[in-house]
């Protein structure tokens, strides 16, 4: 197989809030993150009005990357990995998210991971709002619901491109802008900072967040591009293949209208219109979205370089007998499990070949450069008396993973610019709150009631991952 380009980002990724912890120190305010309680699988989060003693919140001290980055940073080296990609905490620049000038220990505490990131070679990819909206805007203002987050984010956005526009080159502005299609309530809440009020029409208060946060997606491209034009500035999507059940026209086109109702957001981004579908599906359902002619013109003006997204799994989607004639995807209703493919501990259908498929698909749509920003596997893992973890099931996952992203590059001609697989050290799982949800190849001593030494560990998969790096992707055995 012929070998990736020159210069292909071999990475990790990873999110603040899942892994910084110093919650309350150098001045950085409280964010949504901080307000979620730990969970499982089973038992969703809860959303606490205020911090509450009596209860566990993981994301305060998470992996304590805030004190621990150089150590990390040095293992990161070690692996070989040119890219890193993480997050702005917002509240760790501007408390509040309302203020007119930003915190300084916040910037300086950037400007020292970046810098040492560089120093080692490693190349900062930075997204600007990844679940973790200052919670002051919540309470304050309705989150995304009101029109005046624009211009709080478009002023976060404005100082960190100053700051960091010799330091940092890849940037994403929304991450997993998408999820919040399922509306369901935590997506809507880590998205757009929504609660949702008794008698609110969820569905509207969601398209309304998307457009303000889209808006201000185009703005943040375009300021980014004056400050320093070799910015990349690239959306961030959860890419999940919506496969029709059966070749039941019905299905196949369920399955179109689903993937249309998950991919709209890139639609936008990446086109800077909304399609007809959609608008026409907005007027009759009698919505009334704040949408004005220069926000129109703003999205037009405000398209990003690449689409950047995660893939972790497909997912299939059956019509109903009483389908309604613009098949309106509701994911809690539509998704059937697929029996072609195997599932994860946490039911997540494991599918290598989707990523070739997603691939494809989105470079058919948009015609930009794709960076895959996620990847990867949860799991339980078992640190052995040798501190090590032998996590072949990992392993295979992401060669399999790497595999078909290669054939993609070759065989299909997709233009794609890197790989950073999630979690590639163990932190809090965003869905559950957990460790014990393990994506990394870098075991941190810590359980899900927030026990352990923090001590770091490398798993098998490490050492595997830094051979396919040396390599560039070229060595995938497992011997």
Request: hydrophobic share 40%; no cysteine; charged share 25%.
């Amino acid at each position: 197989m012929a070998k990736l380009k020159k210069g292909f980002l071999w990475g990790g990724a990873v999110a603040a809030h899942q892994m910084e912890g110093g919650w309350d120190l150098g001045g950085k305010g409280i964010s949504i993150a901080d307000i979620m309680t730990a969970g499982t699988n089973d038992q969703a989060r809860q959303i606490t009005a205020n911090i509450d003693q009596n209860h566990y919140y993981p994301n305060h001290e998470a992996i304590d990357f805030y004190h621990r980055y150089p150590e990390d940073v040095q293992l990161f080296a070690d692996l070989g990995i040119n890219a890193f990609r993480t997050s702005i905490a917002w509240s760790r620049v501007f408390p509040n998210g309302d203020e007119a000038e930003p915190n300084e220990a916040g910037l300086a505490f950037y400007d020292d991971l970046f810098d040492a990131l560089l120093k080692k070679g490693i190349e900062p990819v930075v997204t600007l709002s990844h679940f973790e909206i200052p919670y002051h805007l919540v309470t304050k203002y309705g989150g995304w619901r009101n029109r005046k987050l624009i211009g709080f984010f478009v002023n976060f956005a404005r100082v960190v491109f100053n700051r960091y526009k010799d330091k940092v080159r890849y940037w994403m502005t929304f991450n997993e802008i998408n999820n919040q299609s399922a509306l369901n309530d935590g997506s809507i809440l880590t998205n757009s900072g929504i609660i949702t009020a008794t008698g609110e029409n969820k569905e509207e208060a969601m398209y309304q967040a998307a457009h303000y946060e889209l808006v201000a997606s185009a703005l943040a491209v375009q300021i980014g591009h004056q400050i320093n034009p070799n910015f990349q500035i690239g959306a961030m999507i959860a890419m999940v293949p919506l496969y029709p059940a059966t070749s039941d026209p019905k299905d196949v086109f369920k399955s179109q209208r689903a993937m249309q109702a998950r991919y709209w957001f890139a639609d936008v981004q990446a086109k800077g219109k909304y399609p007809n579908w959609l608008t026409k599906y907005q007027k009759d359902s009698n919505f009334h979205l704040d949408i004005t002619l220069s926000d129109l013109d703003v999205l037009l003006a405000g398209t990003v370089d690449y689409i950047g997204f995660s893939y972790y799994m497909s997912m299939t989607v059956k019509s109903k007998k009483d389908e309604p004639i613009n098949f309106k995807y509701e994911e809690q209703k539509d998704i059937v499990r697929n029996p072609t493919i195997p599932e994860s501990e946490w039911g997540w259908q494991i599918d290598s070949r989707g990523l070739r498929f997603a691939m494809n698909w989105l470079n058919d749509r948009y015609g930009l450069p794709l960076f895959i920003v996620e990847n990867g596997l949860g799991a339980v893992d078992q640190l052995d008396d040798q501190h090590r973890v032998h996590d072949n099931y990992r392993i295979n996952y992401l060669k399999d993973h790497i595999h078909q992203m290669e054939i993609a590059v070759d065989f299909d001609g997709v233009d794609l610019i890197g790989y950073t697989p999630w979690g590639f050290i163990d932190l809090v799982s965003a869905g559950t709150g957990q460790m014990s949800k393990r994506y990394g190849m870098i075991y941190v001593d810590k359980d899900d009631a927030g026990h352990g030494t923090l001590k770091r560990y490398k798993k098998d998969s490490y050492f595997w991952y830094q051979k396919v790096i040396a390599s560039n992707g070229e060595d995938l055995s497992t011997d």
